[in-house]
Every structure is written in C-alpha cells, then in structure tokens.
C-alpha cells in the first residue's frame, strides 16, 4: 500500500472549511503510523478489561448479567476496532472497483435511518431528516457503507437529536448531506467555552468516514463549536438531464453488483443456529466477506438480540423455523420490508431467492452452503442497496 494514499481524503480537520494539503510521503506515513497506534490501543484496551472479567469469572466460578453484558460489549468492541481497521486499509489500498450508478440519496438515506431505528431509539436519540430528493451517480456499496458510518459516528457523541439534511447547493449545483448533533449537553457549555479539541471526535469511526468519502470522490467539511458538529459532505455527481464528466461506460443503469472484493463488508449478519457445526459451516463460508457474524441458539434469543438494534440480514437453520420465527420475520418485515432472511435448508444443493413462488425468505441447501451463501448474501444485500 501507498502510505500517501491513506490520509490524502477531501476533507478537513474541525472547524476548517477547505480540504487540507495532500501530505507529503513522509507525513502520510506518520498519520498512518497514528492510525496503526489507535487501533491498536482501541482493541488493547476493550480486550484488557474482558481480560480482568474473564479472571474474575474463573476465580469466583460465577457472572452476573450486568458484567456478562459489559464482557460482550467489551469483546465486541474490540472487533469493531478490528474491522474498522480492515475497512480502512481496504479502502485506501486503490484497488477498488467502483460501479457508479444513478441513486436517490434521499430514498437511500430514509432506507439506513429506518433499518436503524431500533438502535437510535433504544439509546435515546431522536432522528430529525429533512430531505430533499436529489438523485447522485456514486457506488451503491458505498454509499450504504458511508451512510451507515455517518451515522455510527454520530450515535457515538450525539446528546439528543440527530438533524439530517439533504438539499441542493445554488452553484454549482451539486447535492449535500448535512449531519448536525449536539456533542456536549446545553446545560454544560458556557459562553466562553472553546470548542472541543478535534480529537475529542476524531475516533475510529470517523478515520472510517474520512476515507469511504476521500475513496468515493466526495469533499467533506466539518465545523465544531462548542456545542454543536456540524458534518457537510458534498455530491460532485449529482444526476441531471445532462451529466457532464460521465460516460456511459463508467455508469450503470439500475443496479451492477461492484467488483469489490468485500463490497458489503461491515454488514452485520446474525445466525440464527443451536448447531454448532453448522455455525462452523456459515461462519467458514461467510469468512472472506469482512462481515460482522453474531450466532443466538434460539428464534426467542434473535427476538433478544434484534430489540435494540437490527441486524442487516438474519441466517435460520430451517429447524428452527415455526410461529415464533413467523412472528418476528413479520415484525422485522412491517418496520424494514426490504429485510433479509436466508433459510438454511436440511437437505439439498439449490439456491432458491426470496421472492420466488411468493415467499420473502431466500433458501440455501446445507450441501451448497461453501460455494452458494457466500452469493446468495451478496445478492440479496445488495437488492436493498
């Protein structure tokens, strides 16, 4: 990799308005030497403090629920900093194909916030879109993967609200995306308070969002005071009449799955399994996808999981389909309709998509699970892009 390729996004630091300077190589590699030493000390410190409830465990030969929660969440954690890391290190690497296609940002927008309104209600957090269509020519994959990270990055600080807006700059005409959220509660910022040093939200969250937007083209410009962020990021492509800039080779009418080698990575399936070595054989299969995999024992368990927050596809060994499993596919279904769920079958080599005979689950034999799940995941993710 191209240490220079790594921090050279179109964007700025808090509360600068204009893309900063390329760095020059040596500088590009002290940023990615920060970055390596933030991921590091991200997953060494989560995995530290399981480590100690692990001890814990061991000596006392018992866990109550609060620290088996605080363990989960503490491994979990870690992971993230892990992916994120991959994610980065994918993105920058420039080995990226990008299909661009014409896509409605505002439809897509409305897509992620409604997939992710179990989480933001459940920590507390009201969102407040106002969209304006606007119809853009970027890579699906992502521009989901970007949406989603600008939303994981203000969950992250927000106090209440999140503002999203969508609407069309005067000239040139080019759509924007603004994200604005309170970083400190009122009650807590005086009047002649500075704004937060820019570290205080630059996490590993928002490194991931540097770089999907510097890799998909798109400026952004950030301003911190000392109550508020506000996030701008700008559409160059935005789809008119007339597309000046676009051949015909570089856009695809409706939807081309990318030739990314992970185009979905970072999309969190949850298995839904009592076997292990069927778990075994999902999560060997599904190795490659740099997805985010969870495995519950039971429908009542992925009802638990899925309270606080949905998962982007759900994966059922077919003996645990029945009324339970009936009812939360058509709870999950009535809030997202576009929610995947693939069916393991027992017995058999086919793929079956959802949609066929009428049916909204996707089917995939336990025989064909190597070489099919891998593409019948991909497929139906990416309809819902």
């Known amino acids: ?76 954690g870690a992971r993230q900093a892990g992916m994120i890391g991959q994610q980065i ?24 916030l409604a997939h992710r309104h179990r989480e933001t209600q459940a920590r507390g957090i009201v969102l407040k879109p106002a969209l304006k269509q606007a119809e853009v020519i970027v890579d699906a994959s992502l521009l989901f993967s970007l949406l989603n990270t600008v939303l994981d990055w203000a969950l992250a600080h927000a106090q209440s ?69 506000t996030l701008t990021i700008e559409f160059p492509r935005t789809a008119s009449d007339e597309i000046e800039g676009v051949t015909a080779v570089e856009l695809d009418e409706g939807f081309a799955p990318s030739t990314n080698s992970k185009p979905l990575a970072g999309s969190h399936v949850l298995v839904v399994s009592s076997r292990r070595e069927l778990r075994v054989q999902i999560r060997d299969a599904l190795r490659n996808m740099g997805l985010i995999i969870d495995f519950v024992g039971s429908v009542d368990e992925a009802a638990e999981f899925c309270r606080d927050g949905l998962p982007h596809a759900m994966i059922i060994e077919s003996i645990q389909r ?43 034999g336990r025989d064909v699970i190597d070489s099919s799940l891998p593409s019948a995941l991909m497929f139906e993710l990416s309809k819902g892009l």
């Open 1 to 76: 990799m191209d240490m220079s390729d790594l921090e050279r996004p179109a964007t700025a630091a808090a509360s600068r308005s204009h893309p900063a300077p390329a760095p020059d190589e040596g500088e590009a590699a002290q940023r990615w030497h920060r970055l390596v030493t933030e991921i590091g000390a991200a997953t060494a410190t989560q995995l530290s403090s399981a480590l100690e409830r692990i001890h814990t465990l061991i000596t006392s030969g018992k866990i109550d629920r609060a620290s088996l929660r605080a363990l989960r969440d503490e491994v979990d």
């Open 89 to 112: 290190a994918r993105f920058a690497s420039g080995r990226l194909r990008q299909s661009h296609e014409r896509l409605q940002l505002d439809e897509t927008l409305k897509g992620v």
């Open 161 to 229: 609200n999140i503002e999203f807006r969508i609407d069309i700059k005067s000239w040139p005409q080019h759509a924007q995306l603004v994200c604005r959220f309170a970083h400190r509660p009122a009650d807590q910022v005086a009047d002649h308070q500075r704004p937060p040093e820019p570290a205080a939200l630059e996490s590993l969250t928002w490194r991931l969002l540097e770089q999907t937007a510097w890799t998909m083209g798109l400026p952004l410009d950030r301003r911190d005071d000392a109550l508020h962020s």
């Open 322 to 364: 029945g009324e339970k499993f009936a009812n939360l596919r058509e709870e999950i279904s009535n809030e997202v309709p576009d929610f995947v769920f693939i069916e393991i079958i027992e017995e058999g080599n086919t793929f079956e998509m959802s949609g066929f005979s009428g049916s909204n689950v996707a089917r995939v």
